[in-house]
């Protein structure tokens, strides 16, 4: 791509040096704050901010919801939303949208309205409040202790100023290029959902009806579980290992938790994948960690959230130091010869949870695990011997099934990558696409 004739100071230190010919202004010379309210709750269409797209919220009884939506901001065509709570602690989100169609956003955002669309694009605008937002220079905005910010923390902001036809090739073809990487990102999302689901078919089948396609099957008596090898028992899952969880911790408080200290405190956040990160995980001293035996954990145990996102599934390995858990996780441990814990991972891992957890779910708007209910989950039970094979078979095609996963999410992270540098490029003026 060309570059521009000559280039000048900006004066922003994030944005570095732009074209020549533009200017910097003020925000607040292009954009004013909106303060329209939606008063007597008279616009119904509800937005929400999602991955950096405003988008219509088809639920509104899904999360946590408003008693009224009169507090909410009216936002129109064009204006621009920026999330700028929770700084401190989220360093992940995308925290900027273009409002495509009329509707009433959370007023806990700043909505921007464009003091003259004859010479301000708002799409360009928002692609350079994007950039500025996944480049972390949003996060130099706040001082101190501060964990947002207001508009008076960025009306003084400079913003590029360019010919408004200039604005609008911008944004037109970063329109075009992005939807391509979009699309492209999009494809590669699919192929992870059919791999993902090829991997729940084959667990399913592998746990429930065995590797034998000759068996003779009977009926298990449990509706989602359907037929099982007639050798094999359904037994409760209280009869077939311990489980433990901890009902309390003599209130420890989370400025209890260390950086660096005697053990490791193992919460739901801390689940990559079917692992513990342990490089992420909390610590506590040794006297809290002793308090409580009840829920301290080994290498070979099994870990599974009960809050939250429940039955997400972690097999404890390669622990170098103790560790316990939270309040959020059950630990399975293996006290009976009935199961070796490798299937038992894979069972769990299996949709006889899941529907497990559909079938006995109460109503509750927050889901959660109980242990007496959990323990009374069905599970099938080959002899041992059939495990071993079992879990065998899902280690090796399974492992092969993630590592295509793995390719696809490198390939999406290359795909991200490379629309990032394009936007910055751009907007920035660092390339000339007229």
């Known amino acids: 791509m060309k570059r521009y004739e000559s280039y000048k100071d900006s004066g922003v230190k994030w944005l570095g040096e732009i074209p020549g010919h533009w200017e910097v202004y003020k925000l607040k010379y292009l954009f004013r704050l909106n303060k329209i309210k939606n008063v007597g709750n008279k ?73 003259n669309v004859n010479l301000y694009d708002s799409r360009y605008y928002h692609y350079f409040l994007h950039d500025w937002d996944i480049t972390k220079a949003i996060y130099n905005e706040g001082k101190g202790l501060r964990q947002s910010l207001n508009w008076d923390d960025i009306k003084n902001m400079l913003l ?6 200039e604005q609008t090739a911008i944004a037109n073809y970063l329109d075009s290029v992005t939807s391509k990487i979009d699309e492209a990102i999009s494809q590669q999302q699919k192929m992870i959902d059919l791999l993902n689901e090829r ?49 309390g911790w003599n209130g420890l408080k989370s400025e209890e938790f260390e950086e660096y200290s005697y053990a490791y405190l193992v919460t739901g956040q801390d689940f990559k994948g079917s692992m513990i990160n342990w490089k992420k995980c909390y610590q506590i001293n040794q006297k809290r960690y002793e308090e409580d035996p009840y829920i301290q954990i080994n290498n070979g145990d099994l870990l599974i959230t009960k809050d939250g996102t429940i039955g997400k599934i972690a097999k404890v390995i390669n622990l170098d130091k103790p560790a316990c858990l939270n309040s959020g996780i059950f630990v399975i441990k293996q006290t009976k010869n009935m199961y070796i814990q490798d299937y038992l991972f894979w069972m769990l891992s299996s949709n006889v949870l899941k529907e497990f957890n559909r079938f006995t779910q109460t109503g509750a708007t927050i889901a959660h695990l109980y242990q007496n209910v959990f323990e009374q989950m069905p599970c099938v039970l080959p002899c041992i011997e059939e495990q071993r094979k079992i879990s065998s078979y899902l280690n090796n095609s399974i492992s092969k099934i993630d590592y295509s996963i793995s390719q696809c999410n490198k390939m999406i992270s290359l795909l991200q990558e490379r629309k990032q540098i394009i936007i910055n490029d751009v907007v920035t003026g660092k390339v000339k696409v007229i």
């Open 43 to 115: 616009c119904n269409t509800i937005l929400s901010l999602s991955y950096g797209k405003i988008i219509i919220k088809k639920d509104l009884n899904e999360g946590l919801t408003p008693e009224s939506y009169e507090s909410y901001q009216l936002l129109n065509k064009g204006d621009i939303v920026i999330r700028s709570t929770d700084l401190q602690n989220d360093h992940t989100s995308l925290r900027t949208g273009l409002v495509k169609s009329d509707g009433a956003i959370t007023s806990a955002y700043i909505g921007l309205k464009n003091l």
């Open 160 to 165: 590029p100023v360019l010919d408004i036809n």
């Open 199 to 247: 991997k729940q078919i084959i667990i399913q089948n592998a746990v429930t009806k065995g590797l034998n396609p000759n068996a003779k099957m009977k009926d298990s008596g449990v509706e989602w579980i359907g037929e099982i090898p007639e050798d094999w028992e359904v037994l409760a899952l209280k009869y077939c290992c311990s489980l433990k969880a901890r009902i």
